[in-house]
């Protein structure tokens, strides 16, 4: 296991940040998803999914990088809405709005890419959701660069689902507003479309990418598929509301 795999997940579970030059040793993409994968290994947590980040043009221009970047959900760490979820006063934390999807097949590695038919004849709900997220790395999310970013998990703190819907494919996710609120008080609006024009198009990437990774995807995991509403800075004692309209609302408090 890498010294830097240690120091990543050690500054996950204390709550602390990490100097930027410690990721100076990767030189690839590859190697920064190699540390991510070490870390999940020395968590000895369960996976139940993954989630996506970067997925729109203004979070790529933000972090520094050209295409979106998956991390993985474990199982401690993903919660049920209402909930209430301890953030660390050494990071910046963020929530972000997000589509959820929960698959009833696998979708294993293989040499021809999945596309949107495969995708959706194997989704077997949509779950709204509230993803928390904060770097672990000393200055936040600007100029992070994609290689921080990956090796880093793609900044999750925790995920908090709504109410699961099988009867999805009826559900306009390109059109249908969201809006992600404070004691009332509407902070951010958006839609599907906010990551790559529609969240399926996240999840055909996902699929393609986890192919390409050797991993691929296993019936009953989730792909969390990006921010609809932006990225809103939270501090303890928020309570945070997204409304999903037709899906419910997702809430969670901060201690």
Not at 179 to 201: H, M, Q, V
Request: net charge negative; charged share 20%; with cysteine.
């Amino acid at each position: 296991m890498s010294n830097l795999a240690q120091e990543v997940w050690s500054a996950r579970i204390k709550g602390s940040v990490l100097d930027r030059d410690l990721i100076e040793s990767i030189k690839s993409l590859d190697s920064a998803y190699k540390i991510q994968e070490e870390t999940m290994a020395l968590s000895g947590m369960k996976r139940v999914g993954w989630k996506i980040g970067a997925t729109s043009e203004s979070a790529q221009k933000m972090i520094g990088t050209s295409q979106p970047a998956a991390g993985v959900l474990l199982e401690p760490y993903c919660y049920e809405s209402p909930a209430s979820i301890e953030i660390s006063k050494m990071q910046t934390s963020y929530v972000e709005s997000e589509f959820a999807f929960c698959f009833a097949k696998n979708l294993p590695p293989r040499d021809k890419e999945y596309d949107r038919e495969d995708i959706v004849g194997a989704i077997e709900s949509v779950i709204p959701a509230i993803e928390v997220v904060a770097s672990r790395f000393e200055g936040g999310f600007a100029e992070l660069g994609e290689l921080r970013l990956v090796a880093d998990n793609v900044a999750n703190v925790a995920w908090v689902k709504g109410a699961e819907f099988t009867n999805w494919k009826p559900f306009d996710f390109v059109r249908n507003s969201i809006s992600l609120s404070r004691r009332g008080e509407i902070l951010a609006t958006g839609s599907g479309a906010e990551g790559s024009g529609d969240p399926i198009n996240v999840l055909v990437w996902t699929a393609n990418h986890l192919s390409r990774m050797g991993v691929g995807l296993s019936q009953g995991e989730i792909i969390s598929t990006g921010t609809c509403t932006g990225v809103v800075e939270i501090s303890p004692g928020d309570t945070m509301v997204a409304d999903f309209n037709q899906l419910g609302s997702v809430t969670v408090s901060f201690e």
